[in-house]
DNA sequence: GTGAAAGCGCTAACAC
DNA sequence: GTGTTAGCGCTTTCAC
């Protein structure tokens, strides 16, 4: 059991006191040159590292930042996990994954739990939350990124910028004269409803088109819900000759039903999904579907993390672009 | 900002010690019926948590598990996160992410940042690594868990019981007559060679084939080295009739430039991957693949960290069995 | 520009 | 069966 290196050690070596060792470190009080180069010799002769513990204790802050979403595996959140990992990682920063599977109360146990445990800020991606469930982080104090499509209370917001993306899907979806569009959305009690669905219809006029209530059928963010969704709809007196899905994940299950049904598409109905999930350009036929970049969403929460850091108290919000991805399904 | 409930509060309220509190919580004294439920109701009434800075630094151990994977978008490996953080979410740990990207610079770097930060285990995946790279950890006194293919020193391993399913997979190829058969292999630098090869090589003549040297292609596990592998093997005076490949990542990559080169499959060739990742069944054909449980492996890895946990101080090893799923591309 | 020292909340001897 | 208390390594106030 190698003995842990300290401060003290430091301190020693280069014959300082450990406050100095510490404010070269964080650099919060100026420090003499000649002293920092010493210092510095020591740390590195010595290999030392900050025991993060005790400066948790001390600080009351610790070095984690919880990713808190519904499904981890699902391949959206499983790259924002990486590139949130990547880019907190400089800041000595580490990312804690907490999966809800879309419960509610997991949601509020996650939360609570990153309050108990202090730590340094929290990127979540709400499911059955509602807004006031992250006062408790606010009154904490403890930095938290919501990743959603609509605003979530009083904190920093990273959000899809989907207008343009969509009006093009919409037109894609419409040029081929298509009118009868209908959408698989997520469940009636997710948080702040389901603002895809609400995006389409507010554009669906534009292209001579609507998305009547009838032909919006709602499940979970799974396969099966996918599959089930569709099943309904094309089991309709008169079905659909579109279909818009919440996220990559239902479309996929979709498709796979209507192969099972014998249904072309998109032959006989077009499909459109959300988020681009690594699958998506991998099915038969490839998803064409609005691109929701992951990597940006985890660049822009690990910024707003870092901002908040240092000392930034309005909440601010970051718009992602999405992109329209024409494939082969509509 | 809501002040923290200390052990001292308690103490306090419950009318005890806070070694008292301390023990009821970890149990590792007797504690009288009578003290133990009035140490409980304080607990309850102050919504009391340990500090698990505190405790780290007084223990030396934190609360803190990393997983260290190659690519955690790799739905393999995300789902393997999602296992292991449910398992362990019990026992009051946390999984940290941990990206490398198969690079080994980055594998050691992350290791040394796992002994600096006293985790309380590691569960890794080494691509690059070279077994003595743990030392550092077992100097430590870190549970290590290694998920792997072949042994890799003297710690808990998980690693799959393949054999069965590699040989269905061996007689289906070989049912079909086909009889020239190659690999799209993980690189020659990779960690412990290439199993899943050796495996195949051991079984084929079994079938009356074998899997020459000039029929193995090798790149990274990307969807890149997949496609550039399986355009290379077709390229071939003599192309194969049936390709395994390292994983599905790789797989899914050949399938798609098979596509692209116009080669039916599984008409012209039979395609195999491993791990059965998410999106094996969504591809066109269906992937047949030698499916790898992550959910088996989450939990296996989170059972050998509780045993190490409670004292365990002999290695262990885990055989998870593999499973051929025949599905449409062979 | 630098140092001395208090104390964060917990665990685990040691004492009774 | 329970209590007292030292001290883990760090940050930061206060003093010079």
């Given amino acids: 059991m190698r003995e842990q290196v300290t401060m003290a050690d430091v301190a020693r070596v280069a014959g300082v006191s450990t406050a100095t060792v510490s404010y070269v470190l964080s650099g919060k009080r100026p420090v003499a040159p000649a002293t920092r180069a ?13 025991n993060t513990a005790a ?41 804690v994954v907490c999966n809800t599977r ?9 939360l609570a739990e990153a309050v108990q445990q202090r730590f340094a800020g929290v990127v979540i991606t709400p499911f059955r939350l509602l807004p006031k469930d992250l006062d408790t982080l606010s009154t904490a104090g403890i930095p938290t990124v919501v990743s959603a499509d609509v605003p979530f209370g009083p904190v920093d917001l990273v959000t899809p910028d989907a207008r ?10 419409t040029a081929a004269r298509r009118r009868r569009i209908a959408m698989i959305a997520g469940p009636r009690d997710a948080t702040g409803g389901d603002p895809r669905l609400e995006l389409l219809r507010s554009l669906a006029p534009q292209f001579g088109t609507s998305l009547p209530g009838a032909l919006v059928v709602r499940g979970e963010h799974t396969r099966e819900a996918g599959a089930a969704g569709f099943a309904e709809l094309m089991s309709r007196r008169y079905p659909p000759d579109a279909v818009f899905c919440a996220n990559d994940v239902i479309a996929v ?39 929701y970049p992951a990597e940006d969403v985890g ?16 909440p601010k919000t970051v718009r992602v672009r999405a992109e329209f991805v024409a494939r082969a399904s509509v």
Same sequence: chains 1, 2.
């Fill in 55 to 95: 400066r948790s204790l001390r600080t009351g802050r610790s070095s984690l930042v919880a990713l808190i979403v519904p499904d981890i595996a699902n391949p959206f959140f499983a790259q924002l996990a990486a590139t949130l990992q990547e880019e907190l990682r400089g800041l000595g920063m580490h990312v």
């Fill in 164 to 173: 343009a993306a969509t009006r093009q899907a919409l037109e894609g979806v």
């Fill in 102 to 110: 879309a419960d509610r109360e997991e949601e509020r146990a996650l």
């Fill in 299 to 314: 660049r822009a929460a690990a910024e707003l993390l870092r901002e908040r850091f240092e000392g930034r108290r309005v």
């Fill in 253 to 291: 299950g979709a498709l796979g039903k209507a192969h099972e049904l014998g249904i072309d598409v998109p032959g006989d109905v077009a499909l459109v999904g959300h988020d681009d999930a690594s699958f998506a350009s991998l099915v038969r036929p490839r998803l064409t579907t609005i691109r």
């Fill in 38 to 50: 010493a210092v510095e010799a020591a740390i590195a002769d010595l290999g030392f590292a900050v």
